[in-house]
């Protein structure tokens, strides 16, 4: 992000809480007023203009506020990973049905896990993943159920591209395992036990939040 002022950042930071909490687009005047920002309307107006000339905000209509691009969240994100500290009152469980479900429950999203090893993959959070506001019709639960269906196969294709260790996201259209651009992939692989675990959220999603666990998670797996 060395191509944005500090000021700027900041802007994109509170654009971003605020569409994680309203999932549409945002107002330059709710910023103004939510976080009492020090400068103008028109100065936060010519802020996002400028960010949606470099690519990290998009403008769906005319007259709307603004939204997160793909390539807005990533650089987000890449700030987040470097800062996050590990949510610590999250103990991962040794059984991995029992593991997937309490990830599910601390993340309010689909999780897996994938034993290469013994070919067996776990999962759960459907249910969570059918309430994401991106699902408002059949053919879109249609999409996403096929890869559910095909979701063992298209890990054992992504193993390589999962680092080991580390907190790997995929945003949107970059998310390997589902076909929809409006969710994203949050994983991470250990070599020790060979498995990979992850969440599919809404890319619209408290990133931060997410990181803390998984932190957690490569610390104890």
């Known amino acids: 992000m060395s191509n944005i002022s500090p000021r700027q950042k900041q802007i994109l930071y509170y654009l ?13 005047n709710q910023i103004k007023e939510k976080y009492n ?56 469980p040794g059984d991995f049905n029992l593991l997937v479900k309490a990830l599910s ?54 193993k390589d591209v999962v680092v080991e260790e580390e907190i790997n996201v995929f945003i949107g259209k970059k998310n390997p395992l589902f076909k929809t651009s409006q969710l994203s992939l949050i994983a991470t692989r250990s070599g020790f036990n060979n498995i990979i675990l992850g969440i599919i959220v809404s890319k619209v999603t408290d990133y931060e939040k997410h990181f803390k666990i998984f932190k957690n998670l490569i610390n104890h797996i």
């Open 16 to 28: 971003s809480l605020e569409q994680i909490k309203q999932s549409e687009p945002v107002a330059s």
């Open 37 to 92: 920002l020090k400068f103008s309307p028109a100065t936060i107006r010519n802020e996002l203009l400028r960010l949606c000339q470099l690519d990290y905000l998009e403008q769906p209509h005319t007259s709307a506020g603004r939204i997160l691009s793909d390539f807005g969240w990533e650089m987000l994100i890449a700030n987040f990973l470097e800062n996050v500290f590990e949510e610590k009152s999250f103990i991962p």
């Open 105 to 158: 429950e601390k993340t309010n999203a689909f999780s897996f896990a994938f034993d290469f090893m013994n070919d067996e993959l776990y999962y759960f959070g459907f249910s969570k993943l059918l309430n994401e506001k991106i699902i408002n019709n059949l053919q879109e639960l249609s999409i996403i159920s096929r890869d559910i269906d095909n979701l063992k196969e298209k890990l054992k294709k992504v």
